[in-house]
């Protein structure tokens, strides 16, 4: 007699089955029960029937037998492969009971689909326009590397010299913020410097942004 089950990978699961006599009538209190099971799929061949965890167990007095099957019992092989597993269950008064079982992925539940999102890399989604990227866009303030803070009077850095800072002509300095959804500074996706003019006196009187512009 040959049936067959829609279970899910990776679980334990129970199957019922009857075993029948050579006239097609229920057996009451099959002895010397034996189940044996064997994984295989469209690209996974079966190797060898091996002994199932359990052993049938009958449903009162009825001919009706239920098996517990074991999640590693129905459990996937490289990359998915396995889709049946087959269970043989004999007796010494019934005929041999050829059972498959196809195997099917869970259902992930709304919780497991919210958290999946939630917990998912943004660095696994760089095309442009796709709502992921722009995502990343609105997060790149936290990939943001800039080369020095903002200083309210002029500094000795970028070329500005302490005999510059001295005159009464003023001067510029500059911060440039790079930013990088990948956090690839040699390669950055925006840079923006920000010029400082000090007046004579070391006071920033004007502030001026530019993009992608070398200074």
Not at 33 to 51: E, I, K, M, R, T
Not at 88 to 108: F, H
Not at 124 to 142: A, E, K, N, R, W
């Amino acid at each position: 007699m040959s049936l067959e089950f829609i279970r899910r990978k990776n679980a334990d699961t129970y199957i019922v089955f009857p075993i029948l006599d050579d006239d097609g009538d229920t057996v009451n209190g099959a002895s010397n029960l034996d189940s044996q099971y064997v994984a295989y799929g469209n690209s996974y061949a079966p190797v060898a029937f091996g002994a199932c965890t359990y052993e049938a167990q009958e449903l009162g007095a009825t001919g009706v037998y239920y098996l517990h099957l074991d999640a590693a019992e129905l459990n996937d092989v490289g990359l998915n492969a396995v889709t049946y597993v087959e269970i043989l269950v004999t007796c010494d008064e019934g005929k041999p009971q050829n059972l498959a079982i196809r195997l099917i992925s869970p259902v992930p539940t709304p919780p497991e689909i919210a958290a999946s999102v939630w917990e998912e890399l943004l660095a696994d989604h760089q095309t442009s326009d796709t709502f992921g990227y722009l995502v990343q866009m609105l997060q790149q303030s936290m990939y943001m590397q800039r080369t020095a803070a903002y200083a309210s009077i002029p500094v000795v850095a970028q070329g500005i010299t302490q005999e510059l800072i001295d005159t009464d002509e003023g001067c510029i300095q500059y911060i440039t913020i790079k930013i990088s959804v990948t956090r690839n500074w040699a390669a950055p996706d925006f840079t923006y410097y920000i010029l400082y003019h000090y007046d004579a006196d070391g006071n920033v009187d004007n502030m001026k942004a530019d993009t992608d512009t070398t200074w």
